[in-house]
């Protein structure tokens, strides 16, 4: 086992529970066989309680649940959602000093690429000279937004994103629903899980509805999506998500035109129906458009005409064959 370790690949794919089982293998006491931890040990009990001493989970403040332990709570209204450089300077005692058990010592940064440019630099001069019996497990999608010097002190790990029979089979012992949520979020079942959990996966299926059967009118699509968004609590839909999801639409839309297949199955009658009266090029020019509407999505200026001008563009595209 490598003292740094850099597990990378898709969001949703379970990189944080991977991670979080291997650091229990680490503290175990007595692992089995197969590799994984025991479950019993008294090293066991306190990683499971979440109350380790010889582990730290570094997050960003924003995650963290009311008891201060693993980011499955609540998430708090304030807060950071960077990791900061006190977070990371608070773990040098934690490396230094020696540990509680006189084993091992795990600290897992999650995700790592939340680090801001001071608290990257200085996990960097931990990550130099770190003790024989400490071990870091850094987690990340995003993971090329690390400085150079920090990936090269870590072993990379990709982890694959699940086969589609695999997520739906992961889903179908928890949460059946989520399952035709799969294609629209990367095929992530972890993320389409925390959708249905929240909400927000009516949410999603609301907005395929309103663009398999979206009208005529732009102004009565749009006032159709800001309804559907206008929750603020945590079951509503991020505008840059619902951005993603027209964009998602379109592409299939123009994948079904060009190719005959789409990777949206359920939705095949729909997109059959719509893509008759399309254009390839039109499609692929309201995809390209889309790609631009994402950067202004998290701050629109006038969110109304956002959404008039995406829908204008959208059923502008689906009557690109007739003009």
């Known amino acids: 086992m490598p003292h740094a370790l850099l597990l990378t690949g898709s969001e ?30 008294p ?68 995700p790592a690429d939340a680090m801001n440019q001071p608290a990257q630099n200085a996990i960097l001069k931990i990550l130099e000279e770190p003790p024989s019996s400490v071990y870091f497990i850094l987690i990340s999608t995003h993971w090329r937004r690390l400085l150079p010097t920090i990936r090269s002190r870590c072993r990379k790990l990709p982890l694959p994103r699940p086969s589609s029979s695999e997520a739906q089979a992961w889903l179908r012992t928890r949460d059946e629903t989520a399952i035709k949520l799969l294609p629209l979020l990367g095929n992530a079942p972890l993320l389409a899980h925390a959708a249905s959990e929240s909400g927000r996966g009516s949410v999603y299926l609301g907005v395929l509805a309103s663009l398999a059967d979206p009208g005529r009118d732009p102004l009565a699509l ?35 035109k060009l190719a005959g297949r789409t990777r949206l199955g359920s939705e095949t009658d729909a997109l059959c129906r719509l893509a008759g009266h399309a254009s390839a090029g039109g499609l692929l020019r309201c995809y390209n458009e889309l790609m631009k509407a994402r950067s202004l999505a998290s701050h629109p200026l006038n969110p109304q005409l956002f959404f008039e001008d995406i829908a204008e563009r959208y059923l502008r595209a689906l009557a690109s064959e007739r003009t």
Do not use: Y
């Not at 949703?12 to 994984?36: N, Q, T, V, Y």
């Not at 304030?78 to 540990?99: H, P, T």
């Open 43 to 110: 090293s066991c009990r306190w990683f499971a309680s979440g109350n380790h001493p010889d582990f730290r989970h570094v997050i960003p403040e924003a995650d963290v649940d009311s008891e201060g332990a693993f980011p499955e709570g609540e998430r708090k209204k304030s807060g950071s959602q960077q990791i900061l450089i006190n977070q990371i300077r608070a773990l040098e005692d934690f490396v230094f000093v020696g540990g509680h058990r006189s084993g091992a010592r795990v600290l897992v940064v999650e």
């Open 12 to 41: 949703g794919i379970g990189k944080g529970r991977f991670a979080l089982a291997m650091a229990a293998r680490l503290l175990c006491e007595a692992p089995l066989s197969s590799g994984d931890a025991c479950g019993e040990c």
């Open 222 to 256: 749009a006032a159709r999506w800001q309804t559907q968004l206008q929750p603020k609590s945590e079951g509503g839909l991020p505008v840059q998500a619902f951005v993603e999801t027209v964009q998602k639409w379109v592409f299939n839309l123009a994948l079904f």
